[in-house]
Structure formats: structure tokens, C-alpha cells
């Protein structure tokens, strides 16, 4: 019948996007580590996000320059979505030189493409910005990155894992050699607490 038509017109394809997202949480980082605390790509995308978002707003509001911390935040999300799709390469490979860095660049933006694919067309569109950074958004997604990565480290450190210590100290350097201001900022105000238990950080 004409209405049954129109209803097939209307209808969207099913989309695997979502739930391959959800199993972010299923691939862990530090392959090549011993982790005392253990850390998927999922948890890493949302500290990456909310560090993101907090430099684009000390960007803004502490160095009066404008920047949309929400983009930020959004980009950080699905930085690594990629990982979906090619697993978590360790850095110490992925970085090892500019051939395998370009080679490997390569295969994230296939994986991103995708993952985009996958999307109805209605929302396609609506997405592709979130999986497109510009340069210097991209410097600050980075940065955020290493926050988080930073964060690990510490964490372990503290856990008496001193499996983490070089990876600390080379993750500080490669955070101070971005020259950010946004970032040494944080690293002088907010990295400081990370070395606090729950008392000294202060509870209700």
C-alpha cells in the first residue's frame, strides 16, 4: 500500500556505531606495562575529555583568550574511538619513527572512517566535526592525553608500582616541551593534589 511505502521510506538503517563504542571499555591501555591499577581506553576518554575541557577553560578564562571548552571536551571523547577498531598500539611502537607514526596516523583516520560510516546519513554529518580537530585543538586534545597519562603514572608511583617511574618522568618532559601555557598551568596548580589522600584532600 502507498502508507506502507512511505513507512519504508522513513525508516533508518540500524547502526552498529553506539554499541562498538561501548566496548571501549574492553581494551586496555599499557600493554607493555605491569599495571597495579588496570585502565581501558573507555575511562582514559572521559579524564582525556574532562582535562580537555578544563584547559580550554583555563585558556579562556585564566589567559583571556576565547576557546570553546566544550568542542574540546567533545574532541577528547572520541580521540581514541579509533582503538575500537586497531586495538591500543604501545607508544614506545606507535612513536618508534616517523614511518610507523605516519603509517599508524593512517590507519586511525580509516578506522575513524569507519566508524563514521557505520552512521545513518541523517547523523553522519552532525559527527563528523567531533572526529576532525584543528591544529591547534588538537595540541590541547594532546595535551590533555598526557594529563591523563600523567595521572596514571602517579597513581601507580603511589601504589608502589615503580614499573611507572620512567614513563612518569618522560611523560612530564614530553608535557613540558609542548610549551602550553594551559598545561603548565595545570601542572603547577591542579598536579600537586594527585599526591593527596582522601583525608588531605578534604571529604564532606
Not at 56 to 72: K, N, P, S, T, Y
Not at 90 to 107: G, N, S
Request: net charge negative; proline share 2%; with cysteine.
Amino acid at each position: 500500500s502507498r502508507l506502507c511505502g512511505e513507512g519504508e521510506k522513513q525508516m533508518v538503517k540500524e547502526t552498529g556505531f553506539y554499541a562498538l563504542l561501548s566496548r571501549m571499555r574492553y581494551i586496555s591501555r599499557w600493554g607493555l606495562m605491569r599495571s597495579s591499577i588496570p585502565e581501558n581506553v573507555q575511562e582514559h576518554s572521559h579524564e582525556t575529555a574532562v582535562y580537555a575541557h578544563a584547559l580550554g577553560i583555563i585558556r579562556r578564562e585564566i589567559f583571556g583568550q576565547e576557546c570553546d571548552a566544550e568542542r574540546l571536551a567533545v574532541l577528547a571523547v572520541y580521540h581514541d574511538a579509533s582503538e575500537i577498531l586497531t586495538g591500543d598500539l604501545p607508544t614506545p611502537i606507535k612513536y618508534h619513527d616517523r614511518t610507523l607514526r605516519d603509517a599508524y596516523k593512517k590507519v586511525e583516520h580509516a578506522a575513524d572512517e569507519r566508524l563514521l560510516a557505520m552512521l545513518p546519513e541523517e547523523l553522519r554529518g552532525a559527527y563528523e566535526s567531533a572526529f576532525t580537530a584543528s591544529e591547534d585543538e588538537e595540541k590541547l586534545v594532546k595535551a590533555a592525553d598526557k594529563l591523563s597519562a600523567l595521572r596514571q603514572c602517579i597513581e601507580e608511583r603511589k601504589a608502589g608500582n615503580r614499573e611507572f617511574l620512567s614513563a612518569e618522568e618522560q611523560t612530564r618532559r614530553a608535557i613540558e616541551k609542548m610549551h602550553l601555557p594551559e598545561a603548565d598551568w595545570f601542572m603547577e596548580h591542579c598536579l600537586g593534589a594527585f599526591e593527596k589522600n582522601l583525608d588531605e584532600l578534604g571529604t564532606m
